[in-house]
T-cell receptor, first 115, second 115 residues
Framework: GEDVEQSLFLSVREGDSSVINCTYT??????LYWYKQEPGAGLQLLTY?????DMKQDQRLTVLLNKKDKHLSLRIADTQTGDSAIYFC???????????????FGIGTKLQVIP | ETGVTQSPTHLIKTRGQQVTLRCSSQ?????VSWYQQALGQGPQFIFQ???????GRGNFPPRFSGLQFPNYSSELNVNALELDDSALYLC??????????????FGPGTRLTVL
């Protein structure tokens, strides 16, 4: 079955790098996502990585995927106070021919950035 | 701004009542998914609609039902409300094209409180 696990809380100082970790169980996952949720808001897709990739970089964000260990990480360089939010790791198989796509989320990691 | 809207923003109901939550998807998106996010948890997949038919369901009882309309609007209906139904309900729309990343665009959510 599908299961996604994350640590609950991470505190970093402004300007430092943040690393949020995630493990998943389903080796057939096709896409792995990182979503950001600010208080009172919906989910914002930050970045995603396809399962045949090891790394993806997008400005301050670096995603690393270790498919053997089913481990995903999100590194935020030069963390700012505006990065304070809850970060969700999620996995999906991608849509099938009938358009069906279920996304399985982790519990979320609350990132606190200290000025 | 994802182009997905939900109404109402907040809602208070009592146990045993029925509720209808609404979502307006991006134009051209064939799929709409609904998620339940309890406090301190990640979103849990309720079901997905593709071209007005339910094509996938998570571990939720039949009193959770939905409708999708040709004008890219959709509804989530919950009958016989229970206290544990108190949560943030998120809808997400996507193109529903197989073989692609299929990013889902989330609305801001409806906060339902059951007393």
């Amino acid at each position: 079955g599908e299961d996604v696990e994350q640590s609950l809380f991470l505190s970093v100082r402004e300007g430092d790098s943040s690393v949020i970790n995630c493990t998943y169980t389903d080796s057939s996952s096709t896409y792995l996502y990182w979503y950001k949720q600010e208080p009172g808001a919906g989910l914002q897709l930050l970045t995603y990585i396809f399962s045949n990739m090891d790394m993806k970089q997008d400005q301050r964000l670096t995603v690393l995927l270790n498919k053997k260990d089913k481990h995903l990480s999100l590194r935020i360089a030069d963390t700012q106070t505006g990065d304070s939010a809850i970060y969700f790791c999620a996995e999906t198989f991608g849509a099938n021919s009938g358009g069906y796509q279920k996304v399985t989320f982790g519990i979320g990691t609350k990132l606190q950035v200290i000025p | 701004e994802t182009g997905v809207t939900q109404s109402p923003t907040h809602l208070i109901k009592t146990r045993g009542q029925q509720v209808t939550l609404r979502c307006s998807s991006q134009s051209g998106h064939n799929t709409v998914s609904w998620y339940q996010q309890a406090l301190g948890q990640g979103p849990q997949f309720i079901f997905q609609y593709y071209r007005e038919e339910e094509n996938g369901r998570g571990n939720f009882p039949p009193r959770f039902s939905g409708l999708q309309f040709p004008n890219y609007s959709s509804e989530l209906n919950v009958n016989a409300l229970e206290l544990d139904d108190s949560a943030l309900y998120l809808c997400a729309s996507g193109p529903g094209t197989s073989g692609s990343n299929n990013e889902q665009f989330f609305g801001p959510g409806t906060r339902l409180t059951v007393l």
